[in-house]
Every structure is written in C-alpha cells, then in structure tokens.
C-alpha cells in the first residue's frame, strides 16, 4: 500500500473508512472557509467523491494524514498545486508543514513539474506560514473561488522551484 511517513504522521490515499472523519473536519466552517471547492455546509456526497475517487495518477496524488490511528487532515498535489486541510484540534502542531515537507521531496521525486504551486487567502495567515516554512516563495496575489463562501476572494500566490527544493534539501532543512 502506498504509504509516506515522517516522525509523527503518515499519509495514504483514503478509502471509505475514511470518509466519517474527514467529513468531520469539513463539516467546520473555520477549515472549509479557507478552501477552495470545498462546500459549506458540508456535502456528505461530495465528501465521499473526495476522499474515495483518486486523482488521476499522472496528474497528481490526494490521501489523508494520520496521527498515529487517528485521522487529522486530508493533503494533497495535483497538477502541481499543493493543498491542506486539518481539523481544528490539531492546528499549531507542525503537522501541516511536516507532512507538506514530504509531499513536496515526494512530488519532485516522482513527478516531472518544474516548479510546486499554492495559494491562501490573504486572511488565512496560518497557511502563508506554512508554505514560506517549507520553502515556497510568494508570487503576487490573485482572485481565487471559494464554494464555502461564496464568490472569488484575494489570495497570496506562491512557487516554490524544483531547483530552490533540491538546494533546501542538500542544506539539510
Ligand atoms: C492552515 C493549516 C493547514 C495550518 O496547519 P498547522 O498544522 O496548524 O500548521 P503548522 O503548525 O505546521 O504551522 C502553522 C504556522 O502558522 C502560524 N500561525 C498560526 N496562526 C497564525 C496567524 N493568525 N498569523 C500568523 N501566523 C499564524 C503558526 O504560529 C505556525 O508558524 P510557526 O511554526 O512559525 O509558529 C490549518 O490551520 C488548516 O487546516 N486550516 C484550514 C484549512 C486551510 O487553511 N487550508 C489551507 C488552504 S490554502
């Protein structure tokens, strides 16, 4: 089974089993107000074609975090676009730029993008942390969707190059 590890989580592509605890975390409007196609209230059906149906493999890869036995977000890469989500309680741990950390050494290992992509919203300074942590470096604002809210809202874009990720690695970030 395809799995990634860091010291404290794991990442899998999920199944049905899944689907109760991710639809947790969705179901709260303070994580799915900073995402982007994610409805609100949440969608059980929608959740279920999230979390059940992969990306195509050659485009990308999408799966869940654990803690130990316990689920705490869901993460992803498609097209070159990193995305995160973790539930309320297990916000400030590190977790968010642990796993994405990994994501991204695995997506430039696997996959031949020249570049990784993110956005946040401009209210969502948790998120912009994250990716500066990992190495993304901002690339101007942009008008984004938002299903939860309603509407295109302002984002800080952001890319982090293949060639800026191979030299944090050799550095040994
Ligand atoms: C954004 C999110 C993924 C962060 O996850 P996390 O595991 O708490 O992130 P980390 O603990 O790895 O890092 C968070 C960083 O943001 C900082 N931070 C948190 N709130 C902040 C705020 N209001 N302003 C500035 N920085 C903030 C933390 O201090 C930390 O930085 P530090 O290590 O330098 O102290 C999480 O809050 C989440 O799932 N939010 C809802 C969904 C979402 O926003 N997804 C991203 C869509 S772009």
């Known amino acids: 089974m395809f799995e990634l590890r860091t010291e404290r989580l794991t990442f899998r592509h999920g199944t049905a089993s899944d689907v109760e605890a991710i639809h947790a975390i969705v179901s709260d409007w303070d994580v799915v107000k900073n995402l982007g196609s994610w409805p609100f209230p949440a969608d059980l059906g929608y959740t279920i074609n999230r979390i059940v149906n992969q990306p195509d493999r050659n485009i990308g890869f999408a799966g869940i975090v654990r803690a130990g036995d316990e689920i705490v977000g869901g993460m992803g890469i498609v097209g070159g676009d990193l995305g995160y989500s973790f539930g309320l309680a297990h916000w400030g741990k590190g977790y968010a730029t642990e796993m994405s950390r990994r994501l991204v050494d695995y997506a430039f290992d696997c996959f031949n993008w020249p570049q990784l992509t993110s956005e946040a919203y401009v209210d969502n300074p948790?998120?912009?942390?994250?990716?500066?942590?990992?190495?993304?470096?901002?690339?101007?604002?942009?008008?984004?969707?938002?299903?939860?809210?309603?509407?295109?809202?302002?984002?800080?874009r952001f890319i982090l190059a293949r060639e800026r990720w191979d030299a944090l690695r050799n550095s040994g970030q």
């Open 126 to 156: 948790a998120s912009s942390r994250v990716l500066a942590k990992v190495g993304f470096e901002p690339a101007g604002t942009a008008m984004a969707p938002c299903a939860a809210r309603g509407g295109d809202f302002e984002v800080h």
